[in-house]
């Protein structure tokens, strides 16, 4: 046998190996007498522990890949799990794994994905991503972080697009020294994200930038289903849905059944887009001037990246499952408006005027001593309408005026511009695509109120 013969054997039987290893390792989980809850526990089980590959190494097995594995293995057998033998010599040029390796240690946060991601951006090319990680794992780069263990909950999915979204906040980073949030909605179907908005406080008013632009550009959904915290239990909240015959579903304090699929997004999130952005700590990544550029940004990622993409669980790209359920009917401007405005109940007094956070207004003198409904724009109170047992009771004519918006509507401050970083800019490569591919694409205005309403003209930005 020539020399050539015996390395050809000897990479058959290694891919032999690798294939036997595959196989010993979700051949429990590959069971089909299992339910999918009784796989998925093993799955994860498997995910969290370390495993001696054919070479004596200790590595780890994402869960993505055990199921990918699983579903190979169900579909052509062993010889499915049995990868090709590999070329004498490495097909990625050496000065790419350099920068792969460069990428990880400049920002350990970032996974095998993302970096495969940004050499693609950046040089139009990259190696797959198992390529990477044994890469990773080779060099030590890997992380030695254990996955949480959370607990497992059966699955759930709407049967169309707008039967259910589900809401929720992120913690993002620091802009300028203060906290940034996320506020975001997911269409539980196909996993599109219908409404986002970045902002520097998690309250009811940036939640309405977020939810009110998902409306108009989505339409309304059948359910919305959130958490307890004090922006998705307010007042306001539950008026915007009533009146526009959304069904608004809180979720048990301490059970997260159902925010599945928001969370996983947030994951997502946080592994491509927040971990490309440079924090007050030193970490490398684009620093971000205002909120303006983080929300164009996001808007990129979310519309050129994340939308794009075939999901792994659907097969689909979620804008594409969710516009095979198009058209969907959205609420006309003025209900919109009706909607997001806000209202609390005063009594008239003798004098025929009610009182508004240190406001006074004068109303018609037939209702005093009545208790009326005071509705009005929250950065606004120079305009009330006044309602009485459902009925319009006309306005409320300023008397004395101390405080021109409502407590709670803080808008947002402008943040000193920053100085950019040097390196691969990778939001930033994702950002000059989006707009490449603007003149061609359908613009849902996420981040734009009506401009036929002056009640949401404020700008919440800082821009």
């Known amino acids: 046998m020539s020399h050539h013969d015996d390395e050809q054997a000897a990479r058959l039987e290694r891919a032999r190996q690798i294939g036997l290893f595959r196989y010993m390792l979700i051949r429990e989980a590959a069971d089909p007498s299992l339910s999918g809850r009784q796989r998925g526990a093993l799955v994860r089980k498997l ?48 000065e790419v794994f350099e920068l792969a390796g460069a990428l990880k240690k400049e920002n350990p946060e970032r996974t095998a994905a993302q970096i495969r991601r940004i050499l693609k951006a950046q040089i139009g090319w990259a190696p797959d991503e198992r390529t990477l990680q044994r890469m990773f794992n080779r060099t030590g780069l890997t ?54 908005r970045w902002g520097f406080a998690e309250d009811t008013v940036r939640l309405a930038a977020a939810l009110r632009p998902a409306l108009s550009a989505r339409g309304v959904p059948q359910y919305i289903y959130v958490d307890n915290g004090s922006a998705f239990v307010d007042s306001w909240l539950l008026r915007a849905c009533a009146k526009l015959g959304i069904k608004l579903v809180h979720s048990a304090p301490g059970r997260p059944e159902g925010r599945g699929k928001i969370e996983r997004f947030f994951r997502t999130v946080n592994g491509e887009f927040t971990v490309e952005i440079a924090s007050a700590h030193g970490e490398v990544g684009r620093e971000i001037k205002d909120l303006a ?20 669980e659907t097969k689909m790209a979620p804008l594409e499952r969710w ?6 009917p959205v609420p006309s401007p003025s209900d919109l408006a009706e909607a997001f405005r806000w209202s609390e109940h005063r009594s008239v007094g003798r004098t025929g005027t009610v009182s508004l956070h240190g406001n006074r207004y004068q109303v018609d003198p037939r209702l005093v001593g009545r208790k009326v409904e005071l509705v009005f724009d929250p950065f606004d109170l120079t305009f009330l309408q006044v309602r009485c047992d459902g009925a319009d009771a006309g306005t409320a004519q300023p008397f004395q005026i101390s405080r021109h918006s ?34 061609s694409r359908v613009n849902y205005a996420a981040l734009h109120p009506d ?6 003209t404020v700008d919440l930005t800082g821009g």
């Open 143 to 196: 992380s030695l972080r254990a996955p949480k263990q959370t607990e497992i909950f059966g699955r759930f999915e709407a049967d169309r697009p707008n039967e259910l979204w589900t809401g929720d906040a992120l913690h993002g980073p620091r802009i300028d020294g203060r906290k940034t949030y996320l506020f975001a909605f997911i269409d539980d179907h196909s996993r599109a994200i219908v409404g986002h």
């Open 451 to 456: 401009p036929a309403e002056p009640v949401e």
């Open 47 to 94: 995910a969290g522990e370390e495993h001696a590959d054919p070479d004596g190494r200790r590595i780890r097995i994402s869960r993505w890949t055990l199921d990918r594995w699983i579903l190979e293995w169900r579909q052509g057998g062993f010889d499915a799990l049995v990868p090709s033998p590999r070329q004498a010599q490495p097909r990625t040029p050496p």
């Open 293 to 312: 550029e983080m929300n164009r940004l996001f808007t990129a990622w979310v519309e050129h990246s994340y939308h794009r993409r075939e999901h792994s």
């Open 323 to 328: 516009m095979a359920g198009a058209p969907f």
């Open 406 to 439: 409502h407590p709670k509507a803080r808008p947002e401050t402008p943040a000193e511009p920053a100085r950019p970083t040097t390196g691969i800019d990778y939001l930033g490569l994702i950002d000059r695509a989006h707009a490449t591919d603007l003149s």
